[in-house]
């Protein structure tokens, strides 16, 4: 069992930055995913980025090139690094743990992000 906590959301203006992080209690495999989502009001949930244990990362295409995902393996956390945030990045975002099969899928609580003058 996993069990995620996210942290770091809050308001922020247009062209601001925001520094999410997420923290798992238990074990991290080797084949896990951990990535971040998000949920707009009215939207599905979307992902916005993922990294492997190995550091290979992917983003959507919305968030490339502003935000950037990164893991420290011996404190078991993950960060997004969120800059030049605009006003379509206000959702609640999700910390995900993952394998492709799901046979391991845990999620946290989720953090709101609000980019707004």
């Known amino acids: 069992q996993v069990q995620l906590v996210e942290s770091g959301g809050g308001l922020v203006q247009p062209g601001g930055s925001l520094r999410l992080s997420c923290a798992a209690s238990?074990?991290?495999?080797?084949?896990?995913?951990m990535g971040w989502f998000r949920q707009a009001p009215g939207k599905q949930r979307e992902l916005v980025a993922s990294?492997?244990?190995?550091?290979?990362?992917n983003y959507a295409d919305s968030v490339k090139g502003r935000f950037t995902i990164s893991r420290d393996a011996a404190k078991n956390t993950v960060y997004l690094q969120m800059n030049s945030l605009k006003p379509e990045d206000t959702a609640v975002y999700y910390c995900?743990?993952?394998?492709?099969?799901?046979?391991?899928?845990?999620w946290g609580q989720g953090t709101q992000v609000t980019v707004s003058s």
């Open positions: 995900r743990i993952f394998t492709t099969s799901l046979t391991r899928n845990y």
């Open positions: 238990g074990s991290i495999f080797r084949t896990d995913l």
């Open positions: 990294i492997t244990t190995i550091g290979f990362t």
